[in-house]
Structures are given as structure tokens and as C-alpha cells.
């Protein structure tokens, strides 16, 4: 455990250029590390949603490190359209291969199993097909031989996620989102945040246990608290509504979301 | 004293719960208070009644246990099981197939203009056997004769495994229904204070008139009494702004309900 706890920027380190790297939905969201991502300057990710982007894939298309998005929808929920997201896409800047939320959770199922494909109603007829070159439709071998969609495995190279608590083991508690553990599970290398490290070991008390992804998939770990702002982590602190508020309207232009990386990416650096 | 005119948005709650009778699995997306208020209403009318099975609201968002869901693998699956009854849908645009675009407008995938995207659109729109369409804002914009970029298809073949499908339309200005068979909507009932020829006039593909097509039956009292009270309280969970501004009923308040 001790050669895995690291820092945040050394845990950002460990994302190449051009890496496939998937990012969950809200809340409990890395912000802290990509933030990091940003700072080091990051390029031409191929970024995966789980199943929808928000703040997270928002950032990382703002600082340049996006070519690719893989995702059922980006947006800042409540605070409305994420705009350098909504900018690159019609720029042609961003290249996007749209989904739909199912699809993806079965395609990263397929990724955790080693399986070659997996199947999904729906989508037939739809556009998301028509433009998916990775998509088909094939007839069901059973009866009623009907035809359905096919889909690839998702496998991140890397998977990043903000949990509550990892013990001195590298084990890590993902609380009330079961769906980490398949993202864990599915991504060659896993980086981890977390609110706090507990002296207890985590797989022995089955309170935890069931909601634990063990240090096995986990490929380094980081003591980030607060490591989600300005998103919220749930029993430890709230979501920061007047600073997505804020970015909000700062991000209609692309110099107010240089002005906004500045004071809270690269800024934030030079404050610590 | 109590206000007895019904505001739209009442109005349309109303419309929704009646849309809702008999289901027993209800779920809302995101950023939908009137849905969620339709679906709570349903709810509680089931509830009151002994002969009524009772009704279960997932709202994506909620924090409050018998509401609470994440938008997770649960709720898909619940869809494919056949565990969920009625879900709710919208779009950018939605054309008179009830084609619905959550995409964008023009040339994908450098449209003019960019939405957030299809999110559960292109299966759930095909496992849940009544999505109702809520699109507030009724103008021929929004309702189009073929949509840019279809997120989910109205109908589908016969040989495509599609259980489910658009049940209505529902609007500022009416309430349609959609006949799957004939790919094509139905004016049902049209909101007191607005006319058939300005729903004509909004609406940029052709429909069909129901023979019976009046005016759309106003919330009851009792119905009224109910979305200020009990709804509005257990709206507050996901939506606190909404049911503050609409009910003036505030999350804290909300919390003894």
C-alpha cells in the first residue's frame, strides 16, 4: 500500500497521451484529479462517459486534452449546456461517438467479463446506430431470430475514480455506486482519490466488504479530500452551486474559460 | 384562501397523473418537475384508493429513499425486465412519427446546434410500454415534420422486439395521443384559454383530430388541494427551487411531510 499512495499529480502522471480513459458520472467525481490531467497538460484522450459526462468531461474538453468523446450526453445538468463541449462538437474540434446510457453500461459489462461483444434492444432505426461504424445488428441465434444491436466491450486503459474510503491495504470503499466496481474491473489501470484512509482493513468488516474493490484492480491511490469540488461527495460535503453557476456563464466564451483554468486549474497550483 | 383556478403547470401535472392511471413503475429523467409532480399525483391518488394497486416513483436525483434512484444499470434493467411501466421523454425536436431528437440541428455531427445527447433515449423510448412526450414549449420549432437526427424512433418494423413505445404528447397548448399503427399523432383535448387553430398553427407536422376533441378538463379541487400540499412537499426533494417558486413550500418545511 505505501508504494501505492501517492500524490495527485503523480497519479495524473500515469495517464498517457491518446489513453482511453473513462470518467463516472456524478456525484463523488475526481475533480482534484482532473484538475491534475489538466495541469500536465494531457492530449488527445479518447474520454469514455459512464454513462453521461458532466463537470468532468466538460474541464477536459475546455483544456485541450479531449480528441475523442465516447458519451450518451454531456451537459452541467441544472446549470445547463456544457459549452466547451457544445463548441467543439460543432467546430469539429472534438470528434464525438454518441451512445446511449445502456449501451454503455452493457459495452463496460462485456469489458469486465473478457467478453468479445454484447447485445441491446433498442437502437435499431435509430441514428445513434446509423452513425456507430462500431455497431451492428445481427439476427438472434434463438428464436425468434430477431434482429438486435451488437456492440464492442468497452476497456479503458485507465479508469479514474473518486471514492470515500480506502484502507492501509489499497482497498477501497465505493459506497452507494456498485457500478465503480465494473469500471474498476474493466480498465487496465485503475487511479484512485478518496475523502480519507481508515486504520481498519476495509475486506474484513462486512459492513464494507460487499461494496469494496480490492487492491488487486487498483493501480494507485491518492488522499484527495474534498478531492470532488466543486461537485459534491455524499456525507462529506456539498455540491458548490454558485461556483457552477459561475463557471456557467464564464464558459460561454473561450476566454472566460481560459480566465476560469487559470484561477482554478493552473492557479490553483501556484496557491499551494 | 385558496386560489382555485389551476396554473398550467397544475394543469398540466393533472394531465400527466391521468396519463399514469394503472401503471404500477413510474420513472423520471432529469430536470423534470412537472413529470415528477404528474408521477407523485398518480401516486398518491392509487394510493388512496383500496382498489388501486400502489404506484412506485423512481425520480432520477432524488435523495429521498422511496423515490431514490441513480440513473444506474437498476434502472435499465428494470426496463428490460419489464419491471417499469412508464417513463418520460422529450426533445429538441419531435416530428409527427414521434421521431425525438436530442442531438442537434442540421448536419450531424457538425450540427448548428448541439444538444447534450441521446442519454437513455435510444432504448428506453423502446422497452417502456407507456412513454408519455413532455415538451412544455409548443412551437412549430420544436414540433417538426421530420427531426435532424433521430435519437429514437417512433415506431419500429414488426420483426423489431419493441414492447414499448410513445403513449401521448403533452404540451403548454394540449394533450395528444399517438396511434403506434398508424405512425401518427391525435389531438385529444386542447387546454382551456388556447384554440385548435393556434395548436394548427404551432404545430409543424399534420395530425389528426379525435372526434370528441374538447377542451381539456381542468384539475379537480380535490386534485388541486392535493399537487399544493402532499406534491408539492415531495417535490421539494429533487426539485427545491420548483416547488419553492411554484408552491411556496421549502425543502426544510417539506421534510415533516
Known amino acids: 500500500m505505501t508504494n501505492r499512495l501517492v500524490d495527485v499529480d503523480a497519479l495524473a502522471a500515469r495517464v498517457p497521451n491518446g489513453a482511453k480513459l473513462a470518467v463516472f458520472k456524478e456525484p463523488c467525481v475526481p475533480m482534484d484529479l482532473i484538475r491534475a490531467l489538466i495541469r500536465r497538460q494531457v492530449r488527445d484522450l479518447?474520454?469514455?462517459?459512464?454513462?453521461?459526462?458532466?463537470?468532468?468531461?466538460?474541464?477536459?474538453?475546455?483544456?485541450?486534452?479531449?480528441?475523442?468523446?465516447?458519451?450518451?450526453?454531456?451537459?452541467?445538468g441544472e446549470f445547463g449546456p456544457a459549452p466547451a463541449f457544445t463548441e467543439a462538437v460543432k467546430s469539429g474540434a472534438l470528434k464525438i461517438l454518441d451512445a446511449t446510457c445502456p449501451a454503455i453500461y452493457a459495452q463496460m459489462q462485456a469489458g469486465?467479463?473478457?467478453?468479445?461483444?454484447?447485445?441491446?434492444?433498442?437502437?435499431?432505426?435509430?441514428?445513434?446506430l446509423k452513425y456507430?461504424?462500431?455497431?451492428?445488428?445481427?439476427?438472434?441465434?434463438?428464436?425468434?431470430?430477431?434482429?438486435?444491436?451488437?456492440?464492442?466491450?468497452?476497456?479503458?486503459?485507465?479508469?479514474?475514480?473518486?471514492?470515500?474510503?480506502?484502507?492501509?491495504?489499497?482497498?477501497?470503499w465505493i459506497g452507494r455506486q456498485p457500478e465503480l466496481k465494473t469500471l474498476a474491473h474493466a480498465s487496465a489501470t485503475c487511479l484512485v482519490t478518496v475523502e480519507e484512509i481508515v486504520d481498519f482493513d476495509l475486506m474484513a468488516d462486512e459492513r464494507y466488504s460487499a461494496a469494496v474493490v480490492p487492491e488487486f484492480y487498483i493501480s494507485g491511490l491518492a488522499h484527495a479530500p474534498r478531492g470532488a469540488w466543486p461537485i459534491a461527495t455524499p456525507g462529506y460535503h456539498e455540491r458548490d452551486d454558485d461556483h457552477l453557476a459561475a463557471y456557467s456563464s464564464l464558459a460561454a466564451t473561450p476566454e472566460g474559460r481560459a480566465d476560469y483554468l487559470n484561477a482554478h486549474v493552473f492557479g490553483r497550483e501556484a496557491a499551494e | 384562501m385558496i386560489e382555485n383556478s389551476a396554473?398550467?403547470?397544475?394543469l398540466l401535472i393533472d394531465v400527466i397523473a391521468r396519463l399514469l392511471d394503472g401503471v404500477r413503475h413510474v420513472a423520471v429523467g432529469v430536470l423534470s418537475p412537472i413529470p415528477g409532480s404528474g408521477a407523485l399525483l398518480a401516486a398518491e391518488r392509487a394510493h388512496r384508493d383500496p382498489m388501486k394497486p400502489e404506484v412506485k416513483v423512481s425520480i432520477i436525483g432524488s435523495l429521498k429513499e422511496p423515490y431514490r434512484t441513480d440513473g444506474g444499470v437498476d434502472l435499465f434493467d428494470c426496463a428490460g425486465q419489464g419491471r417499469l411501466d412508464a417513463f418520460f421523454l422529450s426533445g429538441g425536436q419531435i416530428d409527427g412519427a414521434a421521431n425525438i431528437n436530442l442531438v442537434g440541428v442540421g448536419d450531424y455531427p457538425q450540427s448548428t446546434v448541439r444538444w447534450s445527447g441521446s442519454f437513455g433515449s435510444a432504448y428506453l423510448y423502446y422497452m417502456v410500454p407507456r412513454v408519455i412526450l413532455f415538451r412544455e414549449k409548443h412551437n412549430r420549432r420544436t414540433l417538426v415534420e421530420s427531426v435532424?437526427?433521430?435519437?429514437?424512433?417512433?415506431?419500429?418494423?414488426?420483426?423489431?422486439?419493441?414492447?414499448?413505445?410513445?403513449?401521448?404528447?403533452?404540451?403548454?397548448?394540449?394533450?395528444?395521443?399517438?396511434?403506434?399503427?398508424?405512425?401518427?399523432?391525435?389531438l385529444e383535448s386542447v387546454h382551456p384559454g388556447h384554440t385548435l387553430d393556434e395548436v394548427r398553427d404551432q404545430t409543424g407536422f399534420d395530425f389528426d383530430v379525435a372526434p370528441d376533441c374538447g377542451e381539456t378538463v381542468p384539475p379537480s379541487a380535490e386534485a388541486l388541494e392535493t399537487i399544493r400540499t402532499i406534491v408539492?412537499?415531495?417535490?421539494?426533494?429533487?426539485?427545491?427551487?420548483?416547488?419553492?417558486?411554484?408552491?411556496?413550500?421549502?425543502?426544510?418545511a417539506a421534510c415533516g411531510l
Do not use: M, W
Open chain 2, 7 to 10: 396554473t398550467t403547470e397544475e
Open chain 1, 46 to 76: 479518447h474520454l469514455v462517459t459512464i454513462p453521461a459526462g458532466n463537470f468532468q468531461a466538460e474541464l477536459l474538453i475546455a483544456g485541450g486534452c479531449v480528441a475523442t468523446i465516447e458519451t450518451s450526453g454531456v451537459s452541467l
Open chain 2, 148 to 186: 435532424d437526427f433521430i435519437s429514437a424512433p417512433g415506431t419500429s418494423p414488426a420483426n423489431v422486439y419493441r414492447p414499448g413505445g410513445p403513449a401521448a404528447l403533452v404540451t403548454e397548448l394540449c394533450l395528444f395521443s399517438f396511434d403506434r399503427e398508424r405512425a401518427r399523432f391525435r
Open chain 1, 112 to 128: 469486465e467479463k473478457g467478453q468479445p461483444f454484447t447485445t441491446l434492444r433498442g437502437l435499431i432505426g435509430s441514428d445513434v
Open chain 1, 132 to 172: 456507430r461504424d462500431d455497431f451492428t445488428v445481427i439476427d438472434n441465434p434463438f428464436p425468434p431470430h430477431d434482429p438486435v444491436a451488437v456492440l464492442p466491450p468497452i476497456k479503458p486503459d485507465v479508469g479514474v475514480i473518486h471514492a470515500p474510503l480506502a484502507d492501509r491495504n489499497g482497498n477501497v
Open chain 2, 232 to 252: 408539492a412537499g415531495r417535490i421539494a426533494d429533487p426539485y427545491p427551487q420548483f416547488a419553492e417558486s411554484r408552491f411556496g413550500v421549502t425543502q426544510e
